[in-house]
């Protein structure tokens, strides 16, 4: 398996409906109607739900938000453009990646994603951002992107650091976490660190 650093950029291959990127092991699409069983599968796993802001409370509530997601175009501000992560070759559903236009801050994109358990661990997750990282910078000319863990959520904590986000922002309880708080780490990659980054890739060859 080639590593998330030597792995060439994803390709944007732009549809006249929708957005699809591809990478070696993946594409990232518009969620459907038939992946809401799959989707509220991982999504209602405590395992996957634990540090989430949302959790689906039944298949319904997973149809629901399927057909939101549906009716959000990329850079509408404030929503959160959801994309299927889906294994390149059989096409089924393995996790999911948001991307979030932040309404006052235009140049900015706020990173989630959430992968099946069965599909954790084989640098899936890290292979998809990157493929985000690389249409966020070089397609949609954003200046930022950033992500907000709860520093208890290691694996999360590893994979963005991984991927060369800057570990930028530690603040102290201050989300609610069922009767108590969180707190809430900040990561962030601007494009100028992101373009070092690919050229110095391309330098060690
Ligand atoms: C966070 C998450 C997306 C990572 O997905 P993944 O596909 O397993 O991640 P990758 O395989 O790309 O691994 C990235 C790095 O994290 C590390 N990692 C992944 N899972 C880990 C675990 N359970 N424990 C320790 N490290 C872990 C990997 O070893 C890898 O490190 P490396 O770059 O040093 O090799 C996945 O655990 C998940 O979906 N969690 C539940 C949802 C969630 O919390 N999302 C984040 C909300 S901010």
């Known amino acids: 398996m080639p590593g998330a650093e030597s792995m060439p950029a994803a390709m944007p291959d732009a ?7 591809h990478t070696p092991r993946l594409t990232l699409d518009a969620l459907r109607g038939e992946d809401a069983a799959a989707l509220y599968r991982y999504r209602a796993d405590p395992a996957v739900s634990r540090y989430q802001g949302w959790c689906p409370a039944s ?32 096409g089924e559903l393995i996790g999911d990646l948001g991307l979030h236009f932040v309404a006052d801050a235009p140049a900015t994109v ?23 990282l690389g249409w966020i910078f070089e397609g949609l000319h954003k200046h930022r992107a950033t992500a907000s863990v709860d520093p208890r959520n290691q694996p999360c904590v590893t994979l963005l650091a ?8 530690h603040f102290v309880e201050s989300l609610p ?29």
Do not use: Y
């Not at 706020?110 to 985000?132: K, T, Y």
């Open 15 to 21: 549809m006249p409906d929708e957005i699809r990127l």
């Open 59 to 90: 298949l319904d509530e997973a149809c629901r938000f399927i057909e939101r997601c549906a009716a959000v175009t990329p850079d509408t501000p404030g929503s959160w453009f959801q994309r299927a992560i889906r294994q390149r070759d059989s």
């Open 110 to 132: 706020e990173l989630g994603i959430s992968l099946a358990p069965a599909h954790q661990r084989q640098g899936l997750a890290a292979e998809a951002l990157q493929a985000a």
């Open 162 to 169: 991984g991927i060369g986000m800057r570990r930028e922002a």
């Open 177 to 205: 976490d069922g009767a108590g708080w969180a707190d809430d780490v900040i990561f962030a990659m601007l494009e100028r660190e992101w373009r070092l980054r690919h050229a110095s890739e391309r330098h060690r060859g």
